[in-house]
């Protein structure tokens, strides 16, 4: 259950922070001001990486029967999901990293409540590497995710039930 419920809250969250990055690249197409989006992208952030750690946690804490969980089961389900958590983990430090308040724009909010602050001062060129890893990480993960969305309605047809119905089964499941 507990794998389950970090599986979509992680899942809502990654959608949440796609509709977040829209601005980004489509400045004209959507309406609203940097400060506003970059604020719900940098909270929605955080609270992924919280939600990354904690299931970094569970899957490599031991089970009843002496094994970790992040190894079962074993083959191309084990890899994407060690690949998917993997990007996810390197995008959260990229982007935490790359942050720094700008003298002449508005100041970025977390939650609406905390002043946003550079963890890190870097230098201008490791800055933009930082950047281009951020948005290049961030175009593997959407591969990645993909890949393993096929996957589940794939298994799920050949299971019998309908598309939709994997969602729900949580039972027995390792997602």
Same mark, same amino acid.
């Given at each position: 259950?507990?794998?389950?419920?970090?599986? =979509?809250?992680?899942?809502?969250?990654?959608? /949440?922070?796609?509709?977040?990055?829209?601005?980004?690249?489509?400045?004209?197409?959507?309406?609203?001001?940097?400060?506003? =989006?970059?604020?719900?992208?940098? %909270?929605?952030? =955080?609270?992924?990486?919280?939600?990354?750690?904690?299931?970094?946690?569970?899957?490599?804490?031991?089970?009843? &029967?002496?094994?970790?969980?992040?190894?079962?089961?074993?083959?191309?389900?084990?890899?994407?999901?060690?690949?998917?958590?993997?990007? /996810?983990?390197?995008?959260?430090?990229?982007?935490?990293?790359?942050?720094?308040?700008?003298?002449? %724009?508005?100041?970025?909010?977390?939650?609406?409540?905390?002043? @946003?602050? @550079? /963890?890190?001062?870097? &230098?201008?060129?490791?800055?933009?590497?930082?950047?281009?890893?951020?948005?290049?990480? @961030?175009?593997?993960? @959407?591969?990645?995710?993909?890949?393993?969305?096929?996957?589940?309605?794939?298994? %799920?047809?050949?299971?019998?039930?309908?598309?939709?119905?994997?969602? =729900?089964?949580?039972?027995? %499941?390792?997602?």
């Amino acid at each position: 259950m507990t794998t389950w419920l970090l599986h =979509w809250i992680t899942a809502a969250l990654v959608a /949440l922070m796609l509709l977040a990055s829209l601005p980004i690249p489509y400045p004209d197409f959507v309406h609203i001001p940097p400060s506003l =989006w970059m604020g719900i992208h940098m %909270s929605v952030g =955080w609270i992924l990486m919280v939600v990354t750690a904690g299931r970094f946690l569970v899957l490599a804490l031991p089970q009843r &029967g002496g094994s970790v969980r992040i190894f079962r089961p074993r083959g191309l389900r084990a890899l994407m999901k060690v690949l998917l958590l993997g990007s /996810l983990a390197v995008i959260l430090a990229t982007g935490a990293i790359i942050y720094r308040p700008s003298p002449l %724009s508005p100041r970025i909010y977390l939650f609406g409540l905390f002043e @946003a602050g @550079a /963890l890190v001062n870097l &230098g201008h060129a490791i800055h933009l590497q930082f950047i281009i890893s951020h948005r290049y990480l @961030a175009y593997a993960l @959407a591969v990645f995710f993909i890949i393993h969305t096929y996957f589940a309605f794939e298994n %799920s047809s050949r299971s019998g039930p309908a598309p939709i119905a994997w969602l =729900w089964r949580r039972t027995g %499941s390792n997602r």
